[in-house]
């Protein structure tokens, strides 16, 4: 079993883990998405993310799964990027922004 925590008050520099890299990730060149981490942020995790826009096209946060390293297939990879960038959209959507910027990465 494994569990996925952050403590309350943990602070960690933007760019770290696969939430840290989404927030910034349409500022970095190249970066595609949804961005990929493993054992980064805990050594038996892996971990998927992506950027949410707001209606002003504005990062307003992230979403993302995390999985245990020993489920991490290569099949559930290419489900977890799916499945991140799907949610991604539909909730950039619903926050009236526009996904084209997203979708330009993935």
């Keep these: 079993l494994v569990r996925a925590y952050a403590p309350i008050g943990e602070v960690l520099p933007l760019g ?18 949804p961005i990929v981490t493993r054992a980064e942020r805990h050594p038996d995790l892996a971990a998927i993310a992506a950027p949410v826009l707001d209606a002003s096209g504005r990062v307003a946060g992230s979403i993302g799964i995390s999985v245990p390293l020993y489920r991490f297939t290569p099949e559930m990879e290419a489900l977890s990027r799916r499945l991140t960038m799907r949610e991604a959209v539909q909730v950039t ?9 997203l979708l330009a990465r993935a």
């Design 93 to 101: 959507r619903e926050l009236g922004g526009d996904p084209a910027r």
């Design 16 to 33: 770290h883990g696969a939430h840290g890299r989404a927030l910034i990730a349409l500022d970095t060149p190249g970066a595609g998405l």
